[in-house]
């Protein structure tokens, strides 16, 4: 989307029944009919059975009592009752998915609602799609009570730009010689080939990977794309699109839900309640993410990138094709044309005045550039809707008229950015892509807490915030307010694990603290740490950093010792994802893997795999990224202090999430190593032992270290 505030695609889903899972679109933009009061629900009643003490799961399938597990399962039942949130904080082993899946799936099917889970990682939807759903019908499978619920479906949300419309296919291969140049022929027709055998028909099972350019004119993502033109039978949207409601559990990532909820969600389709459709209730798993995920998507964005493919999408000039070389003439071509070179006219004076020297760039006044793109894109709009209005009612019509929508929202979209209006938000410009080479113009809310107020606690429906870490300092006030939560309930129930018999904490207290000056010793130090605690554990360790560039260093030194001692060694950054790297992590069992952010959270290497996780640096922002820095000034003009009330809570929730990789299960053993000596000399050093769930530790230093690390 290119502007915070469009209007909402139409999503794809992935159904399961009983047996097993099948691909869904969801057309979120469909008006329904305002639900009637819903029937009561057994939830709380069923819910109480099911995690009681010798209750249903224990006594059915042999699963230890939890009693935190059963207080988390009654509080979201009695919050989900009475269409109330709630936060809650479990630690690793309560089993928070079960704790919030049942009760949740018991009231979606007695009350034919549908509940959204929301997740910030790819690992836990793969969770609860392969582990968890199953176990919740082997659940239901325990007694003639529970059995109405069994045959609940689920569906997993993506977007609906992945899906290839058959429809548009066959339109395309009829026009291939206005719309493609001859050499992207070829790729039509092993799309269609793939069609004729696809189940699904989603892009990434094609391999190798199709053109962006070639599936824009094929993919669901379009007008082109509706009941009044696809058969229901053939095309993969239309077939899915049938059974979409039939969902009781609907699973999302966290990006994908903020771009609904942006561009309307519920209160579009004039639900007075719900947050995506009407009167559903959400549940948001890693909660400690929403905050960060919700500022990237309450805001504007605009790349050279996307400006480019939205007009060539039209017409290309060098390869004279396009959507306008078929239904246009000369003066609108050259209109696409004339926008193209004042696209790339706009964007490469914001990269040559703002982007030469830095990547990323506040822009705090408008005047900081022409609008050279406003009266293109004004004229195309204008030759475009023109030029629709030249068809009767119909597919060329509506695609013509989508077209010059999405030019509109692009032209507001650049309108917004310019004035730098609005002082609630913050403005910039950054370089984006693989090399660097993408002009993009952002904001992003200061304060995200009212939008989030607005959006999701505001909707009447029940929205809960659960995750292993929404405390700092067992202090929960902190998530509340960044969330606008102030006056929601909040508990929090602690691990059951032993982490006093099975943790171990290190910490060194002789690496330099950070400064210009002992950079070079500071890496030195470092780099013989990490050497020393990763070839002294047997089984894998998890090296977690704070920049690439420390990162890169010590793997250089360090990687010649893993070789040599036959120790796998993988680092991110050369290519691998990182659901990559952590299966094979798992399967190795003895493999060192350096990460840096994405890799301080939501990895889960259980057992003798990750037997040691080493903390190189305090996870700390440095305030340069303008949202960051905006966030800082204006706390500070409240009188606040900055560094108490944002830069610590976010790190202390960071370490808490890097020091949770560790112990996974309960046999799980394994060490912490610190290699941070302000936990040692800092004031708030103290804060960071107290986010681990063991608090006692051993001072290492390069002296005594021999001694006292004992794995």
């Keep these: 989307m290119a502007a915070g505030k469009g209007r909402a695609n139409i999503n794809c889903a992935r159904i399961a029944g009983a047996d097993g899972f099948r691909f869904l679109m969801i057309g979120l933009n469909d008006t329904l009919d305002a639900p009637p009061p819903p029937p009561p629900s057994r939830a709380p009643e069923l819910t109480a059975r099911i995690f009681e003490e010798g209750g249903w799961l224990q006594d059915g399938l042999s699963l230890e009592h939890r009693p935190q597990q059963e207080q988390m399962a009654r509080a979201v039942a009695a919050a989900m009752e009475h269409d109330e949130s709630l936060l809650f904080e479990a630690g690793t082993g309560v089993g928070k998915s079960l704790a919030y899946l049942l009760p949740g799936i018991i009231r979606a099917v007695d009350q034919s609602r549908q509940m959204i889970v929301s997740t910030h990682t790819i690992a836990l939807q793969e969770q609860l799609e392969t582990k968890d759903l199953p176990l919740c019908r082997r659940v239901f499978a325990l007694h003639p009570e529970l059995e109405p619920y069994a045959t609940f479906k689920s569906a997993v949300l993506v977007g609906k730009a992945n899906y290839l419309c058959t429809t548009r296919l066959a339109n395309a291969l009829r026009d291939k010689n206005e719309l493609f140049p001859t050499a992207e022929h070829s790729e039509l027709q092993r799309i269609a080939a793939w069609a004729e055998t696809s189940r699904d028909g989603l892009r990434h099972e094609l391999s190798p990977a199709v053109s962006p350019e070639v599936w824009e004119m094929v993919n669901a993502d379009s007008s082109g794309c509706s009941r009044k033109y696809c058969d229901c039978e053939k095309c993969f949207y239309q077939k899915a699109r049938a059974r979409l409601r039939s969902a009781n559990v609907i699973i999302v990532n966290h990006s994908l839900l903020f771009t609904h909820i942006n561009a309307g969600g519920a209160a579009e389709k004039g639900g007075s309640r719900g947050v995506l459709f009407p009167d559903d209730f959400v549940v948001l798993d890693e909660g400690h993410t929403v905050p960060e995920v919700a500022t990237e998507h309450f805001g504007l964005r605009l790349s050279s990138y996307g400006t480019e493919r939205l007009l060539k999408y039209l ?20 209109l696409v044309a004339d926008a193209l070179e004042a696209s790339h006219q706009f964007f490469t004076f914001i990269a040559e005045k703002l982007l030469s020297k830095q990547p990323i760039v506040r822009v705090r006044e408008e005047g900081f550039a022409e609008p050279w793109l406003d009266g293109p894109l004004l004229a195309l709009i204008k030759a475009t809707r023109t030029l629709a209005d030249r068809f009767d009612e119909g597919r060329e019509r509506e695609e013509l008229l989508e077209q010059a929508g999405k030019l509109k929202t692009y032209q507001t979209t650049l309108r917004q950015f310019l004035s730098v209006a609005d002082d609630k938000f913050v403005y910039w410009a950054e370089r984006t892509g693989k090399r660097h080479t993408i002009v993009t113009l952002r904001s992003a809310p200061i304060d995200v807490a009212p939008y989030l107020r607005e959006e999701l606690l ?230 960071f032992i107290e986010c681990l769930p063991h608090q006692e530790y051993e001072r290492l230093t390069r002296d005594n270290r021999d001694d006292l690390f004992h794995p």
């Design 315 to 334: 017409y290309n000039p060098r390869t004279k094709r396009g959507l306008l070389q078929k239904y246009g003439g000369p003066t609108e071509r050259q």
């Design 458 to 687: 505001g909707r009447g429906t029940s929205v809960v915030f659960t995750s292993a870490t929404l405390a700092m300092g067992g202090q929960i006030e902190p998530y509340q307010q960044r969330i606008g939560a102030e006056e929601v309930r909040a508990e929090i129930v602690h691990s059951p694990f032993d982490f006093e018999r099975n943790m171990k904490v290190y910490v060194a207290a002789d690496v330099p603290l950070p400064s210009p000056r002992e950079a070079r010793l500071a890496i030195d130090v470092l780099t013989d740490y990490v050497e020393f605690c990763t070839t002294r554990v047997a089984g894998g360790s998890l090296v977690l950093f704070t920049s690439y560039h420390d990162m890169r260093q010590v793997a250089a030194a360090v990687e010649p010792v893993y070789s040599k001692a036959g120790r796998p060694f993988l680092i991110q950054g050369e290519g691998t994802s990182r659901t990559e790297l952590t299966r094979r992590m798992r399967e190795l069992g003895n493999a060192i893997l350096f990460g840096t952010e994405s890799f301080w959270t939501g990895i889960d290497v259980p057992g003798k795999a990750l037997e040691q996780v080493i903390i190189t640096r305090l996870p700390f922002e440095v305030p340069t990224h303008p949202i960051l820095e905006a966030r800082t000034e204006w706390v500070r003009d409240r009188g606040g202090n900055p560094f108490a009330e944002l830069t610590l809570p976010d790190a202390l929730i960071k370490f808490r999430q890097g020091a949770g990789r560790l112990i996974r299960t309960a046999t799980d053993r394994g060490i912490i190593t610190i290699l941070d000596s302000r936990v040692l000399a800092k004031a708030y050093g103290r804060q």
